[in-house]
């Protein structure tokens, strides 16, 4: 299983990003998809996640109006709509696969089994 993350980069407050996360070497139409991050010195937290049919989706409070998630299980990508970034939003930006077993994607990083390696994201004031 391997899920590779890129779309990362530096960009000013009020600015937008689209993180892509490929996968491979699992039936990614049968995973629900999150994206959690990680701040220097914090611990990682939930930002969204997306059932196995793209019919569910949920998001931290922090996020909300601000991020969308999708995905298109043609192509085994799972993307993060990342729109009026804030200095707050400056994380290392994980993708990761969880087994789904209903239609209601778990927002429980422990639940998710297999994780992509990250990518930066750097908001500047």
């Known amino acids: 299983v391997q899920l590779v993350e890129s779309g990362g980069g530096l960009v000013q407050a009020g600015g937008s990003l689209r993180l892509s996360c490929a996968a491979s070497g699992l039936p990614f139409s049968l995973f629900a998809m999150g994206w959690f991050r990680q701040a220097p010195g914090k611990e990682r937290e939930f930002v969204a996640v997306?059932?196995?049919?793209?019919?569910?989706?949920y998001y931290a409070d922090s996020v909300k109006g601000r991020f969308t998630v999708s995905r298109d299980n043609a192509k085994n990508t799972v993307y993060l709509q990342i729109n009026s970034l804030k200095p707050e939003d400056t994380a290392v930006y994980y993708c990761?696969?969880?087994?789904?077993?209903?239609?209601?994607?778990?927002?429980?990083?422990?639940?998710?089994?297999?994780w992509g390696q990250g990518t930066q994201v750097t908001v500047s004031s």
């Open positions: 990761a696969a969880s087994l789904a077993k209903t239609e209601v994607p778990s927002t429980d990083s422990r639940r998710y089994a297999n």
């Open positions: 997306i059932s196995w049919s793209g019919g569910n989706t």
